[in-house]
């Protein structure tokens, strides 16, 4: 694995290899010491072109667990102010020695940009560009999915919401078929895209009668810094039909769980009981994407370590 751009392009069993590395790169949170030193002497460039809270800290957080060095860098007060281009800066992030660079960019297709273009030889990781994909976002879903779950195959997951604007929609999508599991998506049809119809998974308009005996359910925020239009009358309309309340959740399986990407709209997308409600697994969400992202840095730069057949497996560099 030499980038991660996409779900889409990951196979069932590379797939299953993050989200085991991932499980026991985790191990090592319970330890006092909280560090590996397996990617010693790298060196991580997070390039956020976006605001962030969750991706660009936990990339930080892996990154530093795994003691590689670590540059975060935001386009806010850089020289993108001044127009310096996605190629420019770049190119000066390689000539810094960058190993991997994480990108996160409004512009769907600019990790591609990155990877492809040969502007850069080092590996790429997508931390979310515009409306296209989030894969480690998918990752970290689908391990905590795991975790409650255990076998994807044949579950029911309900996604719900704003899917036009969402990478986190598309690249779930992607991520748990090919895991097995039956996706279905809940929306108002101005918030689906054209051609959701050749997804693979199943569309309702009705949310109750998708959440009942579901085994999850996973809330998309309302993106309404993309919206350039009414997509629906008003936000108590929206969250009358589209919301999840508490009577809502009730509809679910026994011991069904309750995602959400953050950050959230409370009151809007998911009532505030629900979220801090016992079906409620967004805080684990959040610590599972450290250990998701620290998989997906070891295996990216693992696999590109010019010393790599000396390289441990993820589970002795924890036991060492
Ligand atoms: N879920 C997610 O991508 O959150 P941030 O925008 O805070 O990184």
């Not at 797939?15 to 985790?26: M, N, S, V, Y």
Request: charged share 20%.
């Amino acid at each position: 694995m030499r980038h991660l751009l996409s779900t889409s392009d990951l196979t069932r069993d590379e797939a299953l290899l993050i989200l085991d590395t991932a499980a026991e790169l985790g191990r090592v949170t319970d330890r006092a010491v909280k560090k590996l030193p397996t990617l010693r002497g790298r060196t991580v460039v997070n390039l956020f072109f976006e605001d962030s809270t969750r991706t660009r800290i936990s990339f930080e957080a892996a990154a530093k667990r795994l003691s590689a060095d670590v540059i975060t860098f935001s386009a806010k007060g850089s020289s993108v102010s001044k127009g310096e281009s996605l190629k420019d800066t770049a190119l000066t992030l390689e000539a810094m020695g960058a190993d991997a660079v994480v990108v996160r960019h409004h512009a769907s297709g600019a990790p591609y940009r990155l990877a492809h273009s040969g502007w850069v030889g080092c590996s790429v990781v997508n931390a979310g560009d515009g409306t296209h994909e989030h894969p480690t976002q998918a990752l970290l879903d689908a391990f905590t999915l795991r975790e409650h779950l255990r076998e994807l195959e044949g579950r029911r997951v309900v996604i719900v919401g704003d899917v036009l604007h969402s990478r986190v929609a598309r690249s779930n999508v992607a991520l748990l078929s090919t895991l097995g599991a039956q996706v279905t998506l809940v929306a108002p049809p101005t918030l689906l895209p054209v051609g959701v119809d050749t997804w693979p998974c199943a569309v309702s308009y009705d949310l109750d009668a998708a959440l009942e005996g579901a085994d999850a359910v996973m809330m998309l925020r309302v993106q309404n810094e993309r919206m350039n239009a009414a997509y629906f009358p008003s936000t108590h309309e929206y969250s009358r039909r589209y919301g999840l309340d508490t009577r809502r959740a009730a509809l679910l399986a026994d011991g069904a769980i309750v995602l959400h990407p953050g950050p959230m709209n409370r009151g809007m997308e998911i009532s505030a009981d629900v979220a801090d409600g016992p079906r409620s697994v967004i805080v684990e969400q959040v610590t599972n994407g450290v250990s998701v992202r620290m998989a997906v840095l070891y295996l990216v730069l693992g696999a590109r370590a010019e010393d790599s057949a000396g390289e441990a497996s993820a589970a002795e560099a924890v036991s060492a």
